[in-house]
């Protein structure tokens, strides 16, 4: 039986005899690939060694603390990759998982539209089969970093007459073609890290298709599911400050992740600055406030132990429990106090984007972000549907769409 500190001690020794400063980041990644040492948990034929799930974690924390590079974050090797390892042909796997998990290539998520947010099932962009093609039209919204995506996890509907879940494919979309225009949102924060998405006849090879034609919507589940596992683990830290051709790479790579998603950390509330600010304030012995921040402190330490939970059971191969929700619902909470507290400390300072304290620009934008997070990955009141439904045995809310063709219900 393989154990943690095996697998750490197995990472070192091949770290030491594999890690080349210079040799550049692709081909770095491209090296740990071919050990197996990049995703552990999966098939020796798939860049793994079919180790249990903790050895993932094991393998990168190990790298990291050696002060070499693991795999790139963002949607690629976080939500396309594992979706595509489980679901996607060997064909369709050879061509786009390696350069997924290298960063070669960066990927967004094409799943929301203007009217199908929470009702994912229900969304209405089209494709037709048009001899060894599908032709996609409609609107995306909502799609982070599409504006440097390569490529595009797809869910459109494919049969108008099958019921709502059933008409649905998946599909690996190429976004560097004509039919795919690219639009940025502002947000209230000021930052522009989504988009809305325009196909107009866009193409797919048939041999893109992920899982099988009308089987989207459950391809679709397993990336909302990793989706949520990696909501609880993104980790925004710098690379090591090594030296290097590889770790610049890695660190220029870094930089340009963080320009889309550095507001993440504020959408959070920055419960990390309220010591601090209520130092500052002068208000750090008020009995009132202390208590506020106490029950924040409580909840979100038990929020912690969830998700501890919860990582203990996927290492040990149980399924999903209501962790995930629960842990999402958790965040939003700690957010919307945090939010609460700084508002308090701040005053009017609160509002300010720039002056003298750098940290009034940054309360500013946890007021303006935190909204965000109780949306982003399933909102707080579709995480309580599924745990009323799913974990409490409450019936299902009623629906009119179920049962009958799309067609009738969906256009309109
Ligand atoms: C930071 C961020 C990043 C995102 N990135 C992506 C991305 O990369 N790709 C992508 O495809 N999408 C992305 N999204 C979109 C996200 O998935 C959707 O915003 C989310 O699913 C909610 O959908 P919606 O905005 O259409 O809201 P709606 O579904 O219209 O919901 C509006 C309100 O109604 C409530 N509501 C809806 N249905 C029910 C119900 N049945 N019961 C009770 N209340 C209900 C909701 O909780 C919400 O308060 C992102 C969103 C955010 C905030």
């Known amino acids: 039986m393989t154990d943690e500190a095996t697998v750490a001690a197995e990472v070192e020794t091949w770290f030491h005899e594999a890690w080349d400063p210079d040799l550049g980041l692709i081909a770095w990644r491209t090296r740990l690939l071919e050990s197996g040492w990049a995703v552990p948990s999966w098939s020796p034929t798939w860049f793994g060694r079919g180790l249990p799930a903790w050895a993932d974690r094991v393998a990168h924390t190990t790298i990291r603390r050696l002060g070499g590079v693991a795999l790139p974050l963002g949607a690629g090797a976080s939500l396309a990759a594992p979706t595509l390892y489980e679901h996607a042909s060997d064909e369709l796997n050879r061509r786009v998982l ?15 539209e203007p009217g199908a947010g929470s009702d994912l099932a229900g969304l209405k962009a089209t494709a037709v089969l048009d001899g060894d093609t599908w032709i996609v039209n409609g609107q995306k919204v909502w799609n982070t970093s599409a504006h440097h995506a390569d490529r595009a ?12 879940h059933a008409g649905l494919s998946y599909f690996v979309l190429d976004m560097r073609q004509p039919g795919v225009e690219v639009r940025p949102i502002r947000q209230m924060n000021e930052h522009s890290s989504f988009n809305e998405v325009f196909l107009t006849d866009a193409r797919i090879p048939v041999a893109d298709v992920v899982g099988e034609v009308g089987g989207g919507w459950r391809v679709a589940r397993a990336t909302l599911a990793h989706e949520r596992s990696f909501a609880a683990t ?5 690379p090591p400050a090594e030296t290097g051709r590889t770790i610049a790479e890695a660190r220029a790579e870094y930089e340009a992740y963080n320009a889309t998603y550095e507001w993440y950390p504020q959408r959070q509330g920055r419960p990390d600055l309220l010591p601090a600010r209520a130092e500052a304030a002068g208000r750090a012995d008020d009995p009132v406030l202390r208590d506020e921040w106490m029950r924040l402190e409580a909840f979100r330490r038990a929020a912690g132990w969830t998700a501890e939970r919860a990582r203990v059971n996927r290492a040990l191969g149980r399924p999903p429990g209501p962790e995930g929700s629960i842990g999402k619902l958790a965040t939003s909470e700690v957010a919307r106090r945090s939010h609460a507290l700084h508002t308090t400390l701040a005053g009017a300072n609160g509002m300010l984007t720039t002056g003298d304290d750098p940290v009034d620009a940054v309360v500013a934008e946890v007021l303006v972000s935190t909204p965000a997070q109780s949306i982003a990955g399933g909102t707080d009141e579709i995480q309580r549907n ?23 219900v969906g256009r309109g």
């Open 98 to 112: 390696g350069p997924a998990l290298t960063g070669a290539e960066e990927w967004c998520q094409l799943f929301s």
């Open 153 to 164: 996890i797809l869910v459109a509907r494919t049969d108008w007459d099958a019921v709502k």
């Open 234 to 238: 993104r980790s925004l830290a710098l």
């Open 386 to 408: 599924i745990l009323g439904e799913s974990m409490l045995g409450l019936p299902k809310e009623p629906a009119a769409d179920r049962g009958v063709p799309y067609r009738d």
